[in-house]
């Protein structure tokens, strides 16, 4: 193993490694060497200096985020196991060959053991997002990696990491193809078809995470009018509209995603389908349409402990604004993808809407994110997607 620069951490702080927590928080460390950069890999020592674990060092609340609890070398052979191991666990439950789909995500950070990394998989395209410098600056090798598991099958790799990077850092860098020169492509999901702009969609260009849930939304969906809020680029509403509802409307505040939105509905087929680029609450003030499904599926409003008091207003404000709107024996998705926001705290914050809009309500299925985003046992800031279906009188 090469002479990594040393961080060693107070008596008493490597708790967290005999849970196998990935995280160190700069509070923990008792000394490190000199000059520390920003993305350098750095050995991680007990104050009694024995071995703990590899990790990318960053001058943050976050300091460290352990690649490795063994002693290894950080090379390309390092990256290539890593990933092939994230794309194993996915074909042994079937997600890799799962007829229903050809997108799916194949690195979720820390639950694969890879902090900092996210990498879905677009129908034969990969698109990579890095949230951390060490592995932003390890790019090449987890691309090579890429063409390495998947061969000739793959047709691109797109780096779309400077979003999600410290701006200081990606001022000097820019996304970009880094194999291929596909910008976009169509996927399909259990007969839904979509088309993924990862150049200039959100995040990687699609909601992955919501597959399954959006799955469960047809089975309730016929005959219904559905209103999908917080819409991007129409995933729901294309479901909704495809298993026979009676009236699709969708709403973003973003034009792009109003016009992302309308292709995908086209491109279905759909002939109830109307978009509108306003703002939710907006819509909600000026349009009296009286729906028999709402889906509430907002952007995290809380990225932070700091401002989860302010996310919490937020999500009993939008709930309430649902729970008066639909008609009785209406059905309600609501969602928080805040990782802040657990479980419990995102449940009775939905009572307290109920609560404050006067409507019955019966839980009818508790929803989370699907097996290509698992949730680690020993990271449960993992599970950051939340959802409940709901029965309102």
Known sequence: MPDYKQIVLAKGREGTFFRKHPWIFSGAIKQKDADLKDGEIVEVLSYDKMFLGIGHY????????????????????????KIKKAYDYRADIGITTLEATNAYRLVFGE??????LVIDFY??????????????????DIAEALKKIYGAKLESIYDKSMESLPKEYASNHSNGALFGTNENTLIEEYGNKFRIDWVRGQKT??????????RLLAQYSKGRKVLNTFCYTGGFSVYAGLAGASLVHSVDVSKTAV???????????????????MDTFDFFKENKTEYDLI???PPAFAKSRKVSHNAVIGYKRLNTEAFKRIKSGGIVFTFSCSQVIDKDLFYNTIVSAAI????????????????????SMYFAEGEYLKGLVLWVE
Request: glycine share 4%; aromatic share 8%; net charge negative.
């Open 205 to 214: 260009g699609f909601f992955i995470d919501q597959r399954e849930n959006r």
């Open 111 to 116: 639950a694969d053991e890879l902090p900092g």
């Open 295 to 297: 889906i509430l599926d």
């Open 58 to 81: 960053t001058d943050a609340s976050i300091a460290i985020r352990i690649i490795s609890f063994e002693p290894v070398t950080i090379d390309a052979d390092f990256w290539y196991n």
């Open 356 to 375: 404050e809009a006067r409507r019955t309500i019966k839980v009818l299925h508790y929803l989370s994110q699907p097996a290509d985003h698992p949730i």
């Open 123 to 140: 129908n034969n395209n990969a698109v990579i997002q890095c949230h951390a410098i060490g592995m932003h600056r390890s790019i090449k």
């Open 259 to 277: 016009e992302l939105t309308k292709q995908n509905a086209e491109l279905n087929g759909l002939q109830n389908h109307e978009a509108f680029a």
